[in-house]
């Protein structure tokens, strides 16, 4: 059974830093990009930041480039994403999907369950 968890929010003031933790489960971890997806309260669910599957290169949306770190273990089937000074719009669910490539919409079972970030002004 595909199982992908995240894990690690949590309430933090601006400025502040959380790291986000993925686990997956029941499929061929290395076979897959990870993207970390959020969305905010009335918003579409956006893309943040991607592990490419073979090369494991890193992509970022603008809205979080320069704080953010996307990184993966291996060993541990956990990719994380480590957030820094952290502003009040970065508040949402994050969630992360395993996919074919960091271009991929993730489908059904390859979404994992969210974990809330709310960032207080």
């Known amino acids: 059974e595909v199982q992908l968890q995240a894990s690690g929010g949590g309430l933090v003031q601006a400025g502040g830093s959380l790291r986000l933790s993925c686990a997956g489960s029941g499929f061929t971890f290395d076979d897959y990009a990870i993207r970390w997806f959020r969305q905010a309260p009335g918003e579409e669910r956006e893309g943040v930041s991607c592990i490419s599957d073979s090369d494991r290169n890193t992509y970022y949306a603008d809205s979080v480039k320069g704080r953010s770190t996307i990184s993966i273990d291996n060993a541990k089937n956990t990719v994380y994403l480590q957030m820094n000074s952290l502003k009040p719009e970065d508040t949402g669910v994050y969630y992360c999907?395993?996919?074919?490539?960091?271009?991929?919409?993730?489908?059904?079972?390859?979404w994992g369950k969210g974990t809330q970030v709310t960032v207080s002004s």
């Open positions: 999907a395993a996919v074919p490539d960091c271009s991929s919409w993730p489908v059904g079972k390859f």
